[in-house]
């Protein structure tokens, strides 16, 4: 279990819990480790998300406060 949580990219230290239980299978952990996203490649493709989304949205409206910032976004693109 712990070489295919590092090959996620997951600390050895990283604990796995169920939202509805503290205890989870080993069976749940493959399957939980199995289809996560590694964890360097989110950080990377979120990094680039807000260099090339976020900042120069937040540069064209005035840079103004996170809670005004996401008050704008969320009137610009309403989902």
């Not at 989870?24 to 979120?46: K, P």
């Not at 807000?50 to 406060?65: A, C, I, N, S």
Request: charged fraction near 35%; aromatic fraction near 12%; proline fraction near 5%.
């Amino acid at each position: 279990m712990a070489e295919r949580k590092r090959l996620q990219g997951f600390r050895d230290a990283y604990r796995f819990k169920d939202p509805g239980d503290d205890t989870v299978s080993v069976d749940d952990m493959d399957r939980m480790t199995g289809n996560a996203v590694n964890v360097d490649l989110a950080a990377a493709l979120a990094w680039q998300v807000k260099r090339d989304v976020f900042v120069p949205t937040w540069l064209e409206m005035g840079r103004p406060d996170s809670a005004e910032f996401w008050r704008r976004w969320k009137a610009r693109y309403p989902a």
